[in-house]
């Protein structure tokens, strides 16, 4: 880290003395877990750059932006339309929620048995240590499970810029209609703080910019059905968790640069791990950076990850946005389809999922599946027994994880994982 990066956080108003204890930790697992596997494509250098700057260079471009008069919004969640927000010149950053922070101070706020995810959100808060939240000129919070909205209540007590977005439940005309509203509002909301009316034009733009983005991370997805899979799931994992905060542009550049050098391994049948390695679809709650435990996990134990079902991964990412509208409303529209077919586990019923899951494993040709559930998530660890059921149906093996950020339980998972990639055999 340079000097300059020290003086951008401590202007931020960060904990530089925290801050740099969580970065090492943060550089010590990237390179125990990604710098240790063999044979990465060459491309995978851009994941390794964004990574090297997560907390520096990403943030002193998103200031420099500030300083040219766009506004940053930050979010916890993949309902967040990121086509409004361009639309509206801003940019949106996903915002840090994926390793255990400032535990004890989170526990005088939130109740114990809350998921990892939402202790780690307020935890990166507390610790003064997370530069995209302390950068953001607006927060937004959505209605989604009850440990987040409550969360969202606490959190307002301490962030000045928070934005809670509601959300349906139940995908019904209703539901579309509170969802329909809520975009509305959220579009006016950006127009206030930014001072820039959306219109045809810049919406379309906003569109376009996303959904290219999303065609580079479909493209790279879809390689990864070939045996050997050309790339492991870590670094394919990296790929979609950088999606969610990197720049648009470049993002899809090199993404498409990288897929372009799988092609050439793929017709060299030059693969990430030996062909006929088992392969494994992994389903359930999202893993935000750093957030690499489970899949270190499969990998080590000698399976490739081939595809994720989780909004970190095809969930967020699946189905482009329509851009064929001729007026704000019908723009407005297409969003609000596409981001209504989001098949989180908040919703009820939620067939889709089930859907997707099996179609996942058939498409990715997985020999089993693994759920992965985050302690205390009640929507995903309830939908893991319908989905368990489901694919056991189809004759598809799978196996129900349950787990949160720290390390003590990795010799039990190990055991667990293990003994399930021995039943594909
Ligand atoms: S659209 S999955 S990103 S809400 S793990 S906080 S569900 S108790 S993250 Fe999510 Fe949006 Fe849905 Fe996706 Fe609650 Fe579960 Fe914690 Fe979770």
Redesign the pocket.
Known sequence: MSEEDRKMWSELGMDLQAHDQLLEVLANNYREIYMSQGNRPKGTQYLDFVMNGIHGQRVAELLKEKEQGRKIVGSY???VPEEIVLAANATLVGLCSGADFAMEEVEKYLPRNT?S??KSSLGFKLGKVCPFLESADMIVG?N??D??KKFYETFSELVPNMYVMDLPQVKSEQGKELMRAEFYRFLQSLQDITGYRVDVESLKQGIKTVNEKRKAIHRLQSLRKADPAPISGLDSLLANQIYLYEDPQRFTREVHKLCDELEERIERREGAFPANTPRILITG??MAVPNWKVPYIVESEGAVIVGEES?VGE??NRNLTRDDGNSLEDLMEAILDRYFQ?D???FTPNQERTEHILDMAKRYRADGVIHYG?Q?????IQESFSAEKALRENDIPALRLETDYSQEDIGQLQTRVEAFLELLD
């Open positions: 969640c993949v309902f998921c995810l939402i959505e989604t499970c440990g987040k709650c999202p909004c969930r967020g989001i989180c586990a908040i985050l205390f998530c009640q929507p995903y």
